[in-house]
T-cell receptor, first 115, second 114 residues
């Protein structure tokens, strides 16, 4: 059974700092990995999607990497801003045929960026 | 990407009652998904809803408790039946984008059962 772990559970940084969020998964047979952002009491916003054949994806100040063999992904946020404060969730989908849509989520990292 | 709306955005319900949550997508999609996020926990898939067939439920979730309808390619409903305080959660619907396996989520329905 796939398990996804995110470390740290919470992180508080001053504005402008670069930071890294970590995600690990137990089964390396994944179809893709997706990073989401969730604001308090709200739904999820997709940030980055990395296919299993890719090593990294970038969008603006965000960069996500994937090391499938070691079961790890990182989300790098450059020059953090107070508006980045949210919970960041990592999710993987399995490579198994016919069910590569079933996301398994980590519990998330609660990020607070202080002005 | 897909634009997804949910109704209601939040509700407070009494135990023993039922609530139906609606999910509307701005484009036709084959598969729609319903997730639950209990307080302090991550998201758990409840079921997958395909148009024209019965929903497929994940382990631990049953149709009598969470009946789902999927009348067309842009709409689905999830009913939380005979509610108890343990059903207090955020319920989210999602759809899969075309091609890359990316999933998009609605804004969620925050349910509190008293």
């Amino acid at each position: 059974k796939q398990e996804v772990t995110q470390i740290p559970a919470a992180l508080s940084v001053p504005e402008g700092e670069n930071l890294v969020l970590n995600c690990s998964f137990t089964d390396s047979a994944i179809y893709n990995l997706q990073w989401f952002r969730q604001d308090p009491g709200k739904g999820l916003t997709s940030l980055l999607l990395i296919q299993s054949s890719q090593r990294e994806q970038t969008s603006g100040r965000l960069n996500a990497s994937l090391d499938k063999s070691s079961g790890r992904s990182t989300l790098y946020i450059a020059a953090s801003q107070p508006g980045d404060s949210a919970t960041y969730l990592c999710a993987v989908t399995p490579r198994s045929g016919g069910s590569n849509y079933k996301l398994t989520f980590g519990k998330g990292t609660l990020l607070t960026v202080n002005p | 990407s897909a634009v997804i709306s949910q109704k209601p955005s939040r509700d407070i319900c009494q135990r023993g009652t039922s609530l139906t949550i609606q999910c509307q997508v701005d484009s036709q999609v084959t598969m729609m998904f319903w997730y639950r996020q209990q307080p302090g926990q991550s998201l758990t898939l409840i079921a997958t809803a395909n148009q024209g067939s019965e929903a497929t439920y994940e382990s631990g979730f049953v149709i009598d408790k969470f009946p789902i309808s999927r009348p067309n390619l842009t709409f689905s409903t999830l009913t939380v039946s005979n509610m108890s305080p343990e059903d207090s959660s955020i319920y989210l619907c999602s759809v899969e984008g075309a091609g890359r396996g990316e999933q998009y989520f609605g804004p969620g329905t925050r349910l509190t059962v008293t």
